[in-house]
């Protein structure tokens, strides 16, 4: 359910208004609910749970320590892209037999700190990484379980920049390559073959996509097991939409039924890595109004919060709700807004052309499903501290990330600073 509701003329989140909040955190903030983070996972768990299979958050959407031990604590495991994810993950008590490494250009020091970990498997997405694997797992006396991640040419139908299983786009491997794959393969005793994976992209809101290459990986996993390898698992990856507008994504039922139609043929654990599903709609970034001016166009309303703050209505042109938090007056005029950030780009916008009642400076807005690629893809451009992040639970909070400071900005320069 959603807990971020009008309440006695105020937005809340769970039981705490966000006027209040706002008061003791400052803005811009991230605010998270736990009881949505849980309600989540135990949805998407209980989606799967008459077919074997391995929830793997993926750690890239939402990578904040105490969210990930909420995750983990309820029974998921991690999808990480790097050796900072690794060892968040690991530091949150993610299950070292449920985390799997992803990313198109694994470095030797994150692959070496992986086989260390024992994770589940790597996602090998080209074949210098099959080698590279393979010589730092015989170094390290030790077996790696791969997966050959495979791009399976499906127009996941979302945002060109996170589609990701198009061959015009740098990631997996493809159908054609896979016999010389396997020779090589074949050639290494340091690595077993467990499985194929796949991720076709993000937001993705037509199950179609995902049903075909479930049924394409089906047919591919028959395949590679018809030439002996003993594969265990198919990855599935992340990808289901949630509604940031008006969208009607499909329901975690839909989608799970879905995968599990597909991969249910070959009796393969089944593994998925969602990230958006789980927390792009737990949390909210609150900021403070600085000024409205008008020009011949429209007003700009200008915030306190950034592009460095939440760049993906810059990066996909995405869409987020914002509103005030406040209950607005009924049928007070509108008018044509940007809500825009204090950075010295054009790009540097949260909403545009948004018709809604004029804020005024000083006025808390909530930017809605925040949650994914949000905080975790925040900068300090323009030497801007990042911003906290807070975790409600009921009517108490947290404060998960402290707000930078101004020093913290300039720290790292100062040991070559003459
Ligand atoms: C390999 C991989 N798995 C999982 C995900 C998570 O996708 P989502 O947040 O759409 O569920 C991503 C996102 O980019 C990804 O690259």
Redesign the pocket.
């Known amino acids: 359910m959603d807990q971020f509701q009008l309440r006695d003329g105020s937005y809340h989140c769970d039981s705490l208004p966000l006027n209040e909040l706002s008061q003791s955190v400052g803005t811009p903030a991230y605010i998270y609910s736990k009881k949505m983070l849980e309600e989540h996972c135990s949805a998407l768990l209980d989606a799967f749970k008459n077919y074997p299979t391995d929830a793997c958050f993926?750690v890239?959407?939402l990578s904040n320590l105490s969210i990930l031990k909420t995750i983990f604590a309820a029974g998921l495991g991690a999808?990480l892209?790097s050796a900072g994810e690794l060892q968040r993950a690991l530091l949150a008590g993610a299950p070292t037999n449920r985390i799997v490494f992803?990313?198109v250009g694994k470095q030797e020091d994150e692959v070496r700190q992986a086989l260390s970990a024992g994770i589940l498997m790597f996602?090998v997405e080209s074949p210098f990484e099959i080698d590279m694997i393979a010589g730092l797992a015989a170094t390290a006396n030790k077996t790696a379980a791969i997966s050959l991640?495979i791009n399976p040419n499906i127009d996941a139908q979302t945002n060109a920049k996170?589609t990701?299983g198009l061959y015009s786009t740098k990631?997996g491997l493809t159908e054609t390559d896979l016999p010389d794959l396997l020779n090589r393969i074949r050639s290494q005793p340091s690595l077993q073959l467990v499985g194929l994976?796949c991720?076709i992209?993000?937001?993705?809101l037509d199950l179609a996509p995902l049903r075909e290459a479930a049924q394409q990986m089906a047919a591919l996993s028959t395949s590679v097991r018809n030439l002996g390898f003993d594969l265990r698992y198919l990855n599935m990856?992340?990808?289901?939409?949630i509604r940031y507008s008006n969208e009607e994504p499909p329901s975690v039922m839909e989608y799970a039924e879905a995968l599990i139609q597909g991969v249910r043929p070959t009796g393969l654990r089944l593994i998925i890595?969602?990230?958006?599903?789980?927390v792009?709609n737990i949390g909210v970034l609150l900021t403070r109004v600085i000024s409205v001016k008008k020009t011949p166009e429209r007003h700009f309303v200008v915030v306190d919060a950034a592009m460095n703050d939440l760049i993906r209505p810059t990066l996909y042109e995405s869409y987020h709700t914002i509103t005030s938090v406040n209950a607005t007056v009924p049928n007070a005029p509108t008018a044509l807004c940007d809500i825009v950030g204090p950075i010295c780009e054009s790009g540097d916008f949260l909403g545009k052309d948004r018709q809604m009642p004029l804020p005024v400076a000083g006025e808390l807005l909530m930017v809605r499903g925040c949650g994914?690629?949000g905080s975790s893809m925040a900068s300090q451009y323009n030497s801007r501290p990042r911003a906290p992040e807070i975790l409600v639970d009921g009517a108490q909070f947290r404060i998960i990330r402290q707000r930078e400071t101004l020093e913290s900005l300039w720290a790292n320069e100062l040991h070559g600073f003459r």
Do not use: C, M, W
Not at 201 to 204: D, F, N, P, W
Not at 273 to 278: A, D, H, I, V, Y
């Open positions: 993926a890239k959407s999808d892209v992803s990313g996602n991640r996170i990701t990631f994976a991720h992209g993000s937001q993705i990856g992340g990808g289901l939409g890595e969602p990230g958006r599903s789980l792009g994914a690629y």
